[in-house]
DNA sequence: AATGAATGAGAATTCATTCAT
DNA sequence: TATGAATGAATTCTCATTCAT
């Protein structure tokens, strides 16, 4: 019964909530629009509280930017697990895609988040990699129903979202749904009966910052 | 007097040439390492020259940021006029792309500047459009031969070109041809066989700016 | 009902007399600790309230200062009082002293408050003089025991104390008692047997804001 | 020939060796006045410039406050070392003495520098044990000459000069020479004469920031 | 009375751009 | 023309103080 039994203690943190909701809302949509380097500032005016409000609820612009990250990542992982029960594989695995890259759709930040490993913390790195796996048991499911490529992984997935994104992104501002187009063509690309060898091996991890050495020898 | 070729205005104006070229270079490796991001000071250091030479040669950082796409551009402009010539127009067409890829691979800067509409001037979309009616003439052909999908642009292909890039990016620090697993699957999926018919219709142009309708409605 | 003694109203009154004795020690410690920079929101995290609460009790960062400041002095001013009853006034003047320097040793904020005009509060200003009133009282007797000069004067004692204490303090960390050395050595400065006179009069007061002309002239 | 010789090259410079002068001059005076506190742009307002010219000739406020002390140190040491070839070692420890009050005298920093092992830079700390190293030359003179109690040491003498000036320091904004009378005082307690053994051992450094235990018993 | 969320003035610092030398 | 010093707007973040609950 969360709306129903405000005592006083909670009543107190009510407009905290609120104003929070407010603050991640504005900031998702300033990231999204304006891309990491949108000011403080800006989001604060969006979200119609003073700068300090933002700093009591994001203690740095860091913070914020992994907060609105983790949300966007928990929803992707979300859906990985309900598609999970789906019956059809090949179709969950195109669901799964098609609801990742509408959410990156409305977000210029994410692009920018995953490309820069200064950006890179370790929250949102463990979140990827947890969706990795997640997008890998979707695929392994895929793959054993002869839906996709045998040599198809989990985190081509999830790069795939990124890029299918970033493919349509010029033309979103006039077609929001223009990487439906895309998400096709990369879809067709992925099916069993492209059986051609990819001519470059499966990704092993998307972890940026490691110093050690490439997982696999480069093929050529 | 260096070569004994030359008044002391045209030495001035050979220093200036070689500076402007020295600041080229170093720009597209700053822009490419760091992103649009990069201070003004870290590339007149890389060029070895002064700040003020850098204005002197550029007026505004956006000029100079436009010069290097510019570069850019014209390659692919010129890789594209060259491929026009090749017997296997879907080879050709492949070719294209991966000279593309290749390009934006080390380029940090490109996925940033193509993102943001604000960045966007008009040189530089007027080039992109240049680069899009070329793709489309190596399309056309390759259509012709039956070797893409019939619904295939040349917009699409500039479209997949960034979108590619950004797919294999958060592995290119340790693998730098990952690219080539995504061209692969992307260039799969544009093959003629896939035969259904894309869920949404070919962009029309590029421009993001222009507040103008969109060219076709969408495709439900 | 804690103790069955009274009504609802003295019960939180209660609340808040012990609310502002937590609030005066965890002030003191904060302050002597870290200095006059402190941050409210630190004492009153040291306190266990609120920060509503500090202000409650003390409406600026300002007044909470000059009550620890009263504090400390008012400490003194009970120990001047309490030695005048000494028989051996130059013993009596040194136990001042150290007694003074004593509280100070722990006390960073005092430095930084005495040599502060801006933060001289006239209540400060006022204890501070009284203080150096009891101090000449304590002196005067010295002066007539033989204890010390003749022309040293309360005044002299009292900044005597800050200076003592200044001179140990970068010893402070590590040995904690290191001021009694620069007693001992400013107290064989001011006993009676160093009879030439000193460079420059006795001082007459100590308030720093006033604007007014010096008291006496300056000694050549 | 500092002003004689004005290069192309170095003439560029001109203004800003005055600006950086300029700088020091006003932060000096600013760092005296209001303590490390003061802001930037106080300095720079002061110094009539910008506040970015703040930041080209001092990277960060820490720099700038560096600067300033080593300044001061500096002056102090170059003191020392004149005052070596002085024939009475007594004299010219008292004009030690004298000189680095006369410093401070003017500077509300110092003693905040000091007091603050978080203000304690490397090279403060170094040119502050060089400083004592040579205090404890001049010392070890009047020592021989008899001038000193013998239990006196170069770090003695240099906590005494921030100790005088403390002393002294509410006084100074009217009567800018009182510190004499307490180096007066100070320096009668030095001499030999007072042959009583002082109640707490000699210092050994000042080193702040080394977690090492204190470097002699605790005397009784 | 207590709480702690919100406010907003201000601090250090960065960097594109201008301009004197 | 090249230089690099100066400028000042913009940005992140802090903290005393106010105020709704």
Chains 1, 2, 3, 4 share one sequence.
Not at 179 to 187: D, M, N, S, T
């Amino acid at each position: 019964m969360e709306a129903g039994d405000g005592t006083v203690a909670e009543r107190v943190r009510a407009d905290s909530v609120r104003n929070r909701r407010l603050l991640l809302r504005a900031a998702t949509e300033a990231f999204a629009e304006c891309g990491v380097d949108v000011p403080m500032s800006e989001i604060a005016q969006r979200a119609g509280v003073a700068k300090g409000t933002v700093f009591r609820h994001f203690p740095t612009k860091d913070d914020l930017l992994v907060a609105i990250m983790m949300q966007l990542l928990d929803r992707l992982l979300g859906t990985a697990d309900r598609l999970m029960r789906a019956a059809d594989a090949g179709h969950a695995l195109r669901d799964f895609m098609a609801h990742g890259i509408g959410l990156l759709a409305a977000d210029r930040a994410f692009c920018e988040v995953i490309g820069r490993p200064s950006l890179q913390h370790a929250e949102v790195r463990d979140a990827i990699d947890r969706l990795c796996e997640r997008a890998e048991d979707l695929t392994a499911r895929a793959r054993e129903q002869g839906a996709v490529r045998a040599d198809i992984t989990g985190t081509d997935v999830v790069l795939l979202l990124g890029g299918i994104h970033q493919t349509a992104q010029p033309l979103l501002d006039r077609e929001p749904r223009a990487w439906q187009r895309f998400l096709e063509i990369a879809f067709d690309g992925l099916r069993a009966r492209n059986s051609a060898v990819l001519p470059y091996p499966p990704p092993a991890r998307l972890r940026v910052a490691d110093p050690a050495g490439s997982p696999h020898a480069v093929h050529t």
